[in-house]
């Protein structure tokens, strides 16, 4: 393990392994908090095999063109900005003043900037350029990096807090979750926020799912899943908050959220064509060319 050299400013952007833009690497300043493991940051590829490389590769461009698309309305998401929300989750995960917090997939850093003043440090991580481009980052830490591969020392984060973003992992999500366990000080804390469907009927599940595959390519959680695995993957003393949205925009959602013109088209109508019980369980209301709905999000804590 080494300890990179204290930056004089912690204003710039700090992003420490691939330049944002990819290919070459670059000498970064870097805060001291930050201990990486004594090891090459270029890239997180598979050691051997050359098609587990290739294969590894089209993975990322992939999901960073889709994260490319996203990234340009990203913050026009109400969603994404509810107060409430925000709230929640810091209410949720009792920060402190001494604590260094790692924040997973921050995309446009909308989480770490409402826990910044409250904590130590902040370091925040994502697999996207596109995403992490879009702040002008002051006083915290950046890192282009997939979860999935390591890079911190050990036992190093008070807290770490992913927001929406274990749903996006489809591959090897045990991994991201030991890596985040590893990361963490013993009695450390994981905050997971996870948008779920609304009621756990399989009715309603089923709707979610079917719903959400003509966005994306993307996990469906219940509780009982996610604790499943950060149970399985060495956490305790897992505590579950629920916070339910209200009068969620479809309309605001679709628009921001990189789809065509179709699917936004379709995703709206399987929403105002949707029969009762998938009315009920949203508390579904029509204003106007917009579909009102409350929505509800599972803010998970877990200790290492
Ligand atoms: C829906 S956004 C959430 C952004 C932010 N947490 C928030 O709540 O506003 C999901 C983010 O997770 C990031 N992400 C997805 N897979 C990741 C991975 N394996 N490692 C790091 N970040 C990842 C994406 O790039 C994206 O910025």
Redesign the pocket.
Known sequence: MRTLKKSNSRSAHQYIGTAVNGGTRRAVPCVDVLQLRDRDTTSPEPKTGHNKVTERTRMNND?ERF?HIRASNYDKLYW?KDGDYLDAIVETAHFTRNDLVL??????G??AERIKPLVRHIVA????GS?LEKRRWEGVSVVK????ATLFADDLFDKIV????FH??LNDLNE?MRQCRRALKAGGKLII?EGVPPSNSRKVVDWYSSMFALKEERRTFTEKQLVGYLGANGFRNIQTTVYMMDNFSIKNWLRNSGLSKENQCKIMQIHTSADKTIKDAYQMKIKGDDCLVRTKNLIITAEK
């Open positions: 999901t994260w994404a924040d997973v997939g921050t995309g446009t909308v989480v991580l994502d697999i996207s995403m990096w997939d979860i999935r992913a927001r929406m973003v996006h992992i991201a926020a």
